[in-house]
């Protein structure tokens, strides 16, 4: 009897993480599959657009953050860096070279699969996402207040209106 009730066990187990494996595999395999890559990846081979991305407030975003004294607030991360929280994607300053701001990836996606070596032109295209469905909308989203950025960002924003009133200037001569 006890050596068929452990069987039976063991079969239930074996089944359990087979589907669960399964289940992970088909669910999220084309967003396990790539992880993220450091942003200076993208430069070699996409160079002028990698130079007007960088003049793009998109460039900008954690640098504000910083400005706000915000860079380590986890609430803040996820749209104002690239990958955070994901494989290979941003975790600080330091250790995350070029994926600092809302970079390629951010709207791409991961690129591991797309930088490697000796791919076709086909396979490239094929291994990253051009237009993905939510490219703006996951960090730009409507009716939704932004999370409280609160008095500490206040210098960033006077900062912005300051530069903004220079540039008023400008053009009124
Ligand atoms: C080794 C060269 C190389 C590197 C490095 C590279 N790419 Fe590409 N990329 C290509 C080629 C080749 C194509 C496809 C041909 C074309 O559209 O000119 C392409 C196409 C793309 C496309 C358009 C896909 C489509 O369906 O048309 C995107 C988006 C893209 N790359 C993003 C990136 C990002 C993000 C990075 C950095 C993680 C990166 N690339 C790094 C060579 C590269
Ligand atoms: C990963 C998050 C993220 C994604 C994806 C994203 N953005 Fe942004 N976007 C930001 C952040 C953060 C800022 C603020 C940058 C800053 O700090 O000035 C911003 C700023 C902007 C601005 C400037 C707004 C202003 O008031 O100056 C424009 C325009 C913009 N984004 C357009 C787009 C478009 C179009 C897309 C899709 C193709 C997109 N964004 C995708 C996070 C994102
Ligand atoms: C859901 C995505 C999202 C989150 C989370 C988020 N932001 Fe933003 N943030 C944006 C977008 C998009 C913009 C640019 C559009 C706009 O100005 O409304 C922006 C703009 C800003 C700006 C203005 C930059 C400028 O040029 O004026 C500051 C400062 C800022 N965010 C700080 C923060 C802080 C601090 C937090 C965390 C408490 C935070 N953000 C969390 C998406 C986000
Ligand atoms: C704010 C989101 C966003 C960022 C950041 C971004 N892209 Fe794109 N990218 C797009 C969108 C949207 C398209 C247009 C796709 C379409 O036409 O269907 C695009 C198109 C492309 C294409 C296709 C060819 C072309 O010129 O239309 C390539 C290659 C590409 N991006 C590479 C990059 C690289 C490399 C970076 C970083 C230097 C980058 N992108 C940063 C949103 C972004």
């Known amino acids: 009897m006890k050596k068929v009730t452990i069987t039976i066990a063991i079969i239930a187990v074996l089944t359990t993480s087979f589907l669960l494996f399964f289940n992970r595999n088909g669910a999220f395999a084309k967003e396990s599959d790539a992880t993220y890559v450091p942003g200076k990846k993208c430069r070699v081979c996409h160079i002028k657009i990698y130079k007007a991305q960088d003049k793009t407030p998109h460039a900008n975003s954690y640098e504000n953050l910083v400005d706000a004294g915000e860079e380590t607030n986890e609430a803040c991360l996820p749209c104002h860096v690239t990958g955070y929280g994901q494989p290979g994607g941003f975790e600080d300053a330091k250790s995350s070279k070029g994926l600092?701001?809302?970079?390629?990836?951010?709207?791409?996606?991961?690129?591991?699969?797309?930088?490697?070596?000796?791919?076709?032109?086909?396979?490239?295209?094929?291994?990253?996402?051009?237009?993905?469905?939510?490219?703006?909308?996951?960090?730009?989203?409507?009716?939704?207040?932004?999370?409280?950025?609160?008095?500490?960002?206040?210098?960033?924003?006077?900062?912005?209106?300051?530069?903004?009133?220079?540039?008023?200037?400008?053009?009124?001569?």
């Open 100 to 173: 600092a701001g809302t970079t390629c990836q951010a709207c791409h996606g991961p690129g591991s699969k797309h930088v490697e070596k000796g791919l076709s032109k086909e396979q490239r295209k094929e291994t990253i996402q051009k237009t993905p469905k939510d490219a703006c909308t996951k960090c730009h989203k409507t009716h939704e207040p932004h999370p409280d950025i609160g008095v500490k960002s206040l210098p960033s924003l006077k900062k912005e209106m300051e530069r903004l009133q220079e540039r008023i200037n400008e053009l009124e001569g």
